[in-house]
């Protein structure tokens, strides 16, 4: 069967000649005839998760256009984390997400630095500043606070 898709894979239909780095994957399993290989290593090129000591950046709100899109990179990030094996505590979490936060929200930042001084310890959790709640507590900051420019930032709540 590995067989039978390497020679699929050789067929000029599916990886024509000209894509260069495909066709060096091909000929890398030449000897062995193995397409299983072949696609593994294609994968592995692209896909961080197979790749060895991968390396993924905390993303940060400057590289989004909107709160939610950060927030959804950020919990890719965090998922990567978990399972590269690096465990955060849900203080660390969110100290991660709000220090990564530009100027634009440095007004509802410090009111969330606020509610986390009477964070007492990783087990006590305040409401409004779990992970999950964060938004919505940065969203109430900026409408209270900048209400001019609330509509620009604002995030949609489900």
């Not at 709000?98 to 007004?107: F, S, V």
Request: aromatic share 12%; with cysteine; glycine share 2%.
């Amino acid at each position: 069967m590995a067989k039978a898709h390497y020679v699929k894979l050789l067929d000029k239909d599916i990886i024509p000649l000209n894509q260069h780095a495909a066709c060096n994957f091909l000929n890398q399993y030449v000897s062995i005839h193995d397409g299983y290989k072949v696609l593994y290593s294609m994968i592995k090129d692209y896909h961080l998760l197979l790749k060895k000591n991968a390396i993924l950046a905390q993303p940060n709100s400057a590289s989004c256009n909107n709160l939610y899109e950060y927030s959804t990179k950020f919990y890719s990030y965090l998922l990567f984390e978990q399972l590269a094996g690096h465990q955060y505590s849900a203080h660390q979490q969110v100290l991660m997400f709000i220090g990564a936060l530009d100027n634009e929200y440095k007004h509802a930042v410090a009111q969330v630095y606020q509610l986390l001084k009477t964070w007492i310890n990783d087990d006590y959790v305040l409401p409004n500043t779990t992970l999950e709640e964060l938004l919505s507590t940065i969203d109430q900051c900026i409408c209270r606070i900048m209400p001019q420019i609330a509509p620009y930032i604002h995030i949609a709540h489900a």
